[in-house]
């Protein structure tokens, strides 16, 4: 019987380049991550260009979600920047958006976010709240209670004066939750 994965693995086995010679439909699901963000690269957001415009690999927008778990979020250091401490069970669940991006915005993310001397790359369970990809996206589903494992840029290697920072749920670049307003990296 034909199914779609013994036909892809005789194209693989008939192609001296592997994965590598196959069309773009399956180059994208072999190389997308999930990624969950709750910063400066939310919608609205100063850095939130970089996800969707191109520029730097490819991008999609999923949907929104919640960390299942509560995380300590703090505003910090001296440009105000959004951190998501790796200490779940304190703080609250924290809001954000679900990317599925390629391996080259997923480098480019890692460069930019400084991973890992200051934040670190984790797989974390989101819980989808609005999902807007569905079907559209290969490779992406929510299991039946609607969590998704997505990688977060949290950190590990924080001041531990951080945790008596007040803790927030959902973050602003521009201060409408009360949090500093952040210095972007053009004014620093
Ligand atoms: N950028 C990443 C981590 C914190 C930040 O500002 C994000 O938006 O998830």
């Known amino acids: 019987m034909f199914t779609i994965w013994s036909v892809l693995g005789a194209i693989k086995r008939s192609s001296p380049h592997g994965w590598h010679n196959l069309g773009p439909a399956v180059k994208k699901f072999g190389n997308m991550s999930n990624v969950f963000v709750y910063g400066t690269l939310k919608k609205g957001q100063p850095n939130h260009h970089y996800m969707i415009d191109g520029t730097k690999g490819r ?3 999923c949907g929104s979600g919640i960390t299942a778990e509560k995380y300590p979020l703090v505003v910090a250091g001296m440009y105000n920047i959004p951190f ?3 200490k ?4 609250h669940p924290v ?3 679900i990317y599925n991006v390629d391996s080259q915005l997923l480098q480019f993310l890692d460069k930019f976010e400084g991973c890992p001397e200051v934040y670190q790359r984790k797989q974390v369970k989101i819980r989808m709240l609005e999902w807007e990809a569905s079907d559209k996206v290969l490779g992406v589903q929510p299991d039946a209670d609607g969590m998704l ?3 977060v840029y949290c950190t590990n290697t924080y001041d531990s004066k951080w945790l008596d920072l007040p803790y927030c749920s959902n973050y602003d670049a521009f201060g409408k939750f009360g949090h500093p307003i952040y210095v972007p990296r053009s004014n620093r």
């Open 149 to 151: 494992l997505c990688f």
């Open 84 to 86: 998501l401490l790796q």
């Open 95 to 97: 809001s954000g958006e």
């Open 88 to 91: 779940p069970g304190s703080g």
């Open 59 to 61: 991008g999609q927008y």
